[in-house]
């Protein structure tokens, strides 16, 4: 699991990603700790994480061109740096009067953010090679729960220790440190002439005619169309995109309604759903690290059936068995289990997309991936707040964990021999055709 770590350009990118995450998983909670306090209101609270996801609907599939017509690692540097400088406005929140601060930070920052994901995600298959490939997704998946498991934890004790400002300097400096990291990277000269799109001759802003930035709209929307015309026409992406609906709207509904389940079925505070939050991280560890040792022996499409089967089947039992076993214990339990396949299955569906896509598109999928999953749990927490009073946590959450169990059965009939061919080890070759 490890082999992609001796890759000097991999284990920059890595580094540069674990410390990042930390920051923001300071910066996440402890934030959200601060704004509750300061507003002692929930719908405030709420109102930011809402704020950050719009950008994801609005830009995400957008910012996949123009990562595909950018050269990557420069569009990752340029972007942290202004993520650095984005957060220093927040300095200045020291009231409910400067709260709206917080506000446009957090928008702004989102919008910045949506072209880091598919350009760290695209430029992954170019730093590793294509055996390697799984485990350096398992790799990423670890530092992301390493960095939930400590940004967590220690965000909330510096908010108390030394407020605020610590995690917002803790997490401009984060974002630094991934420009350095992301600097370091030496691209193989033939990446770097044919990850980038050339650029069309400098016409003098005096002199370019209207003709020529209609002439750029139309050839900006022919990339996107392009883009989408490759998910409907690939078989792999099709599917993968079909199970992404479904599971996001799943998972839109599933974050409203374990607030209720936790509150009216466990009894529990936010103590409690803390808890199980970290529990699953916890879980998620073992579930990358597991990945990363068994990933090469099985197909990505195999791993990701099974890995979402299991998931929804856990996801049933964390309903229901409360109904037949009282108490919290095995509820917990549960939510540990339940992010080893979730991980295994994430990892793959990762590989998968990589896989699956040639390099000069890779971007813009990975951007309307992101775009569909916000929408979707944007619906869903829509349609948890229409129908949850009425149907109530349990019978919405065996909704949800049913489909889970169902697209994952439609994954290992459909994906289950998908393996990574040549088309990643030969990216140069298929940029050019």
């Known amino acids: 699991m490890i082999a992609p770590l001796r890759q000097r350009n991999f284990a920059l990118l890595w580094s540069g990603g674990l410390i990042s995450q930390i920051g923001d998983w300071l910066l996440s ?69 400067s709260l709206w601060i917080v506000y446009i930070v957090l928008f702004l920052e989102s919008c910045i953010e949506q072209f880091v994901m598919p350009a760290q995600k695209a430029l992954l ?40 400002r610590s995690v917002i300097l803790l997490d401009a400096a984060s974002f630094l440190f991934v420009c350095v990291m992301i600097w370091l990277i030496h691209m193989p000269t033939q990446e770097q002439s044919s990850s ?39 078989r792999v992406l099709t599917i993968l995109f079909i199970m992404l609906a479904v599971q996001s709207l799943g998972e839109g509904v599933f974050g409203v309604m374990l607030i209720v389940f936790v509150k009216k079925v466990l009894a529990g505070d936010a103590l409690i759903l803390g808890s199980l939050s970290s529990l699953q991280a916890a879980g998620s560890l073992v579930g990358a690290s597991f990945t990363g040792l068994i990933g090469n022996r099985f197909s990505p499409g195999r791993i990701l059936g099974v890995g979402i089967i299991i998931f929804g089947l856990i996801d049933l039992a964390i309903v229901n068995v409360p109904l037949l076993i009282p108490g919290i214990l095995p509820v917990m339990i549960l939510f540990v289990l339940v992010g080893i396949p979730l991980t295994s299955a994430m990892i793959a569906r990762d590989t998968l997309l990589q896989g699956s896509t040639v390099d000069k598109l890779r971007g813009r999928i990975f951007g309307t991936f992101s775009t569909v999953q916000a929408l979707l749990m944007m619906i869903g927490m829509l349609l948890a707040g229409t129908l949850g009073d009425r149907l109530g946590p349990i019978l919405l959450l065996n909704i949800q964990g049913s489909v889970y169990t169902l697209s994952g059965l439609l994954a290992l009939f459909t994906l289950g021999g998908v393996i990574i061919t040549k088309q990643v080890q030969q990216r140069s070759g298929e940029r050019t055709a």
């Open 29 to 97: 909670i402890g934030l959200s700790i601060y704004v509750y306090v300061l507003t002692g209101s929930a719908l405030a609270t709420s109102l930011a994480l809402i704020v950050a996801f719009v950008p994801g609907v609005l830009l995400g599939s957008l910012a996949g061109v123009f990562v595909d017509r950018w050269d990557r690692r420069w569009t990752m540097i340029i972007s942290n740096l202004l993520l650095a400088c984005g957060l220093l406005p927040l300095l200045a929140v020291h009231n409910r009067d």
């Open 196 to 234: 980038t799109i050339e650029a069309p001759p400098s016409i003098q802003p005096s002199a370019m005619p209207l003709t020529s930035i209609i002439a750029a709209v139309k050839r900006f929307g022919s990339e996107w169309v392009e883009g989408l015309q490759l998910i409907s026409q690939q």
């Open 125 to 164: 298959p170019n730093l590793v090679s294509k055996e390697h490939l799984v485990s350096a997704n398992s790799l990423n998946s670890l530092g992301a729960n390493i960095s939930r498991l400590t940004g967590g934890a220690l965000g909330g004790f510096l908010v108390v220790l030394w407020g605020l």
